[in-house]
């Protein structure tokens, strides 16, 4: 288990003074273990080095990040992060496109907690970790590192110029001193709360002017003290998700494999088309599998007209595909010619080539009126556009070529 460096970023200038403490694995509990830690202050860039092996959570203002919550009838969290942003975009001045939304765990209502920070300041958080090759492992903002126990009390952190509230298990504000009793009166909204104060051992304050039942927890001589100590993750909700989140990372390095998957899923979606339309011929055919794929290969990449090494030129095609962007545009063209075939009988596959970007397919139907109903079929499902190339109609029925295009998700 890797030892801990805690950070409290305030100033993404390599040079600032930031305050910092490393927490041994050792430490077991997580109150008692990090009740001890040491807090130092020495500039960003140096403190970012003592990252190199260690796990690094980072608390970050509270004062940019928004909480919220967001009730969606789905419960799977990436459909949550996908509606979130409709589902809100009227509680914000902005543009949400320039917004980075994050989840936490589900509540018991069935909404979900969400903060809400602006991508420009994530984007100059990690700035610094990402020129020095160190990856953050938790990016906390400082309002749900103060402790919050479900009934009890709001809970303050004060500090010169600032204080931070929480005032619920996924809520909270800060403001400057002399507005915190503003801010106190429009958040209880007619009904006095008591209040725990974490109080610094140089905090000469007299909280009693606050006038409510007052909880008084000294002890701790930096922020970032009380911050470690009073930290729970599941009561916390991690910055770093979506395109910001370790799995990206990955899925960046891995991305190559990932074409590779989506290439394999394109055919098999355009298999079951084939199985569906002509199951019977292809049960006879399992024998010849190794035949059908070089076809299909040569159907999609029809300049591929001599094939040596499938697997060989497979990659070699992938990794063109990468290279220009089209792999995602396959699948998608796939997918949609998948479906409208599907939910149109009476026509059959005949062959279907991939070239400059679009997918061209030859089909035979039982007569013009097929056609129109997959004219009509494309024209409520804008994930292609359609082009009729030709339209030969006889007495065996019509041959049909159709050019697929991508088109709006």
Known sequence: ??????????????????????????????????????????PLDEVITLGAGRRIVVFVPGSDVRLTQVNVPVRQPAKVLQAAPFVLEDQFAEDVETLHFALGARLAGGAFPIAVVARSHMDEWLLPFRDRGVRVDALVPETLAVPWSENGPWSLLPEPGQITVRNGSFSGFSCVPEDLELFLQMAEAGT?????????????????RLKRPLELLPGFD???????????????????????????????????????AQLVAAAFVLGVVVNALEAHRLK?????????????????????????????????????????????GLFQLMQQA?????????????????REGALFLDLSGTDLQVLEKLRAWFANHHGARLEVQTADAGEGGVQIRLKLTPGAA
Request: overall charge neutral; hydrophobic content about 40%.
């Open 1 to 42: 288990m890797r030892d801990t460096l805690y950070i409290r970023l305030r100033d993404p200038a390599p040079d600032a003074l930031t305050a910092h403490a490393l927490v041994s694995s050792d430490a077991a509990a997580p109150s008692a273990g990090r009740a001890n830690a040491v807090v130092r202050e020495l």
């Open 192 to 208: 006095e709360s008591s209040l725990r104060i974490l109080v610094g051992r140089n905090d000469a304050t007299d909280y009693t």
């Open 338 to 354: 998948a479906m409208s075939l599907s939910d149109t009988p009476g026509l059959t596959l005949k062959t279907a080539q991939f």
């Open 284 to 328: 006879q055919e399992v024998i010849a599998l190794r035949a059908e794929n070089e076809a299909r290969f040569q159907q999609i990449f029809p300049r591929e007209t001599r094939i040596i090494d499938l697997q060989a030129q497979l990659d070699q095609q992938l990794r063109a595909l990468h290279s220009g962007g089209n792999g995602g």
């Open 222 to 260: 930096n922020v970032l003290e009380a911050l470690i100590r009073h930290w729970r993750p599941a009561q916390s909700i991690d910055l770093l998700q979506g395109i910001y989140s370790q799995r990206e990372d990955l899925d960046r390095l891995w991305r190559p494999w990932r074409l590779a």
